[in-house]
């Protein structure tokens, strides 16, 4: 089954990382997409730009797009992985070892129900 890891963590903090410790901290999460890209297990990774290059659309009629996320909270979704797992508990162990390597914040674990690759390739 698929699991989508959403990374939660305070924006402003992040942001003010230096170059070389957003590097520091990129190299360690690295490892840990290596070890599942050798498993045949990882699937997209996406590191979201900030809240304030964000839209939100609003579903409501007529349609209501405004600036910025859709909600005020302490931290921010930043980015997500797709991660092929056995059941929930193979994909809160793939989250520790991506807590490990990048401590703070949280990571959100959901199945997915339905993925659509798309056509779209880096």
Known sequence: MLYAILCY????????WSKEHDAEVMKKLAVVQEKLTKQGRLGPVARLLP?????????????L????????????????YIVDCKN?????????DLGA?????????????VLNPGSVTT
């Open 9 to 16: 963590h305070d924006e402003d903090l992040v942001g003010s």
């Open 51 to 63: 809240t304030t290059a964000a839209t939100t659309l609003r579903k409501e009629d007529p349609p």
């Open 65 to 80: 797009v405004l600036d910025g996320p859709f909600a005020e909270t302490k931290e921010q979704l930043l980015g997500f």
């Open 88 to 96: 929930l508990d193979e994909a809160l162990d793939v989250a520790k």
């Open 101 to 113: 390597a990048n401590p703070g914040g949280a990571y959100e674990i959901r199945p997915v129900g």
